[in-house]
């Protein structure tokens, strides 16, 4: 695959400090695709200057101008989506269509949401007699993981770009080429040299250079809660804005009233898609007592027929790590009725759609974030005890409620500590805010909301 082999910094490709680089894989096949060069602190320090440097013109800019870069950013995506489709399913193993659908599709969708966003903003505005300005924060560092490989970076750069922000972005390991295919296009789209920056490199090095450095004002994070926890800390120390896009494990609660199998079939594919790589995913399915058994045979069938259009996991640690967990959940008492620990292939990172049943709510696959094709079916015996399950975890990123009746479900989901919830099965909206309560993380990305992440007030006293 093709690959750049150095960094994309003040509207170049330049040569990486070091000569150390990462090798991109296949997973499906366990192929090695490409190499990338290894960013180091330097790498980071030349790229935050550029940053720097280029900020007070893109801050000047006006947002029309701003909003027609968007805009144009967003067309390229377009014209290249087979690229970025194919680029996708090349080193994350997503299946083509859905590379298609999703992994190209979503992010044209956020892309074109911020064209609109920074010309419609309200960047000013009067409050008696003071005139509030929102300002962009200044200089971001994104710092992004591999299973939304483009969508995490546009939810990032283009609301910070719309903000009049520069950045610096460093992708995840395992997925570098869409992140330079995405370099590309912002060079393409005519974004000024510097007001977006590209260095590849491991997240302890590169990753944490980023984070730590002084030139840089807000840290927004995609990843793991370990992760992301550490960049809390070392964000607070230096008193520096910090978003957090961390871990999940939601609750898909299917109330007594609900279609039940469009409820399950909707639940488990919910899972599958992404191989379960997806951290909004509704991990845990809880039934009412009353229809477990009908649940839990339904959930096998589903996952059955998902059989081999699921894509692997995207390494080797990942793959292991999943088989571990279903492994620790057979040992805990659950019971097996889809897929399993077993390897259904020789080659590549694959885990078979697996669905287990008798799942309490303490047990380890029940509270801690799995990240592969994995759904629990816990029962539940009245509402209260829905609601003292779902809310039961760590974490509190999204979840879904199905009833019969709309509003018996809206009650459901206010009650449920979580920030974003499906209604029965309710379309993705590229303007709802994205983000978690509890340790799901601080801030919310998409949307006007994603948008004011990247702004800081001015008020002028008349
Ligand atoms: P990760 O935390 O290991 O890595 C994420 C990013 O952080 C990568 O770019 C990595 O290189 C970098 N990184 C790693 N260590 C670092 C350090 N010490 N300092 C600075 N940067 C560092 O997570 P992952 O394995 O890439 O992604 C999977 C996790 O991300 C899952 O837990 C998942 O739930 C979470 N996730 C959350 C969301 C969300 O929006 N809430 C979205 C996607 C993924």
Known sequence: MKAHDGMYIDGAWRPAAGRDTIAVVNPADEQVIAEVPAGGAE??????????AALPAWAATAPAERAARIAALRDVLVARKDEIAETVTAELGAPLPFSQAVH????????????????????????GNSTV???????????????????QIVAKVAPALAA???????????????????????????????????????????GQALAEHEGVDLVSFTGST??????GATAGAAVKRVALELGGKSANVILPSADLAKAVGVGVANVMGNSGQTCSAWTRMLVHTSQYDEAVALAAEAAAKYGDRIGPLVNA??????????????????????GGPDAPREQGYFVSPTVFADVTPEMTVAQEEI????????????????LRIANGTVYGLAGAVWAGDEAEAVAFARRMDTGQVDINGGRFNPLAPFGGYKQSGVGRELGSHGLAEYLQTKSLQF
């Open 104 to 127: 190209a599709g979503v992010p044209i969708l956020v892309a074109g949401s911020y064209a609109e966003l920074a010309a419609s903003y309200a960047f000013e505005e009067k409050v």
């Open 43 to 52: 790498d980071v320090d030349a790229a935050v200057r550029a940053a720097r």
């Open 226 to 231: 370990a992760v992301g926890r550490k960049i």
């Open 317 to 338: 640690k990942q793959h292991a790590r999943v088989r571990g967990y279903i492994e620790k959940g057979v040992a805990e008492g659950a019971r097996l009725v889809a």
């Open 371 to 386: 990240f592969g094709p994995v759904v629990s079916l816990i029962r539940y015996e009245d509402e209260d005890d829905a």
């Open 164 to 206: 009049g922000c520069t950045i610096v972005l460093k992708p995840a390991e395992d997925t570098p080429l869409t992140a330079q295919l995405f370099a590309e296009a912002v060079h393409e789209a005519g974004v000024p040299a510097g007001a977006f920056n590209l260095v590849t490199g491991l997240g302890p090095v590169a």
């Open 133 to 151: 300005y929102a300002e962009p924060v200044g200089v971001v560092g994104a710092i992004t993981p591999w299973n939304y490989p483009l969508h």
